[in-house]
């Protein structure tokens, strides 16, 4: 385990509207105001057509084909994640939603382009007093947290 400590920021409650791409739209929203590091959660809708990561093919294969899925119709969600800057300081979203309609769920991860369905409601607190990163992980290929 590798751990370090982060001290509450401002907090801001954000409403993503019909269309909108969640990652693209709160790593903007980051920039814009300054926000280097923070944790938030979702509540809403993610329209037909969104795409999730939902895993690698093979849990321990080398090099990692990942898998992705693309939601049928509109489905409700919720969901958490992180802000970090990577090395060039840019925020990176890492954000898994729960994505539901009638008995189906489906878990993945934001990056291949969630679309809101009419509104997607967020809450996100700035992390403060800390220098964790995203670095790149050759053996993965992901950009990992370095706290």
């Given at each position: 385990m590798i751990y370090s400590e982060a001290k509450r920021g401002r907090t801001f409650v954000i409403r993503l509207e019909d269309g909108e791409i969640v990652h693209e739209v709160l790593e903007q929203f980051a920039r814009d105001h300054g926000i280097e590091r923070g944790t938030l959660f979702v509540v809403g809708g993610a329209d037909k057509g969104s795409r999730l990561?939902?895993?690698?093919?093979?849990?321990?294969?080398?090099?990692?084909t990942p898998m992705s899925l693309e939601l049928y119709d509109v489905h409700e969600?919720?969901?958490?994640?992180?802000?970090?800057?990577?090395?060039?300081?840019?925020?990176?979203?890492?954000?898994?939603?729960?994505?539901?309609?009638?008995?189906?769920?489906?878990?993945?991860?934001?990056?291949?382009?969630?679309?809101?369905?009419?509104?997607?409601?967020?809450?996100?607190t700035e992390l403060l007093d800390n220098t964790a990163t995203r670095q790149y992980d050759a053996p993965t290929g992901f950009k990992l947290l370095i706290p």
């Open positions: 990561v939902t895993g690698p093919e093979d849990g321990r294969s080398s090099p990692i969600v919720t969901g958490s994640g992180t802000i970090f800057p990577d090395d060039a300081g840019n925020p990176i979203l890492h954000m898994h939603m729960a994505c539901g309609r009638e008995e189906n769920t489906v878990t993945g991860c934001v990056r291949s382009g969630v679309k809101v369905w009419q509104v997607l409601e967020v809450v996100l």
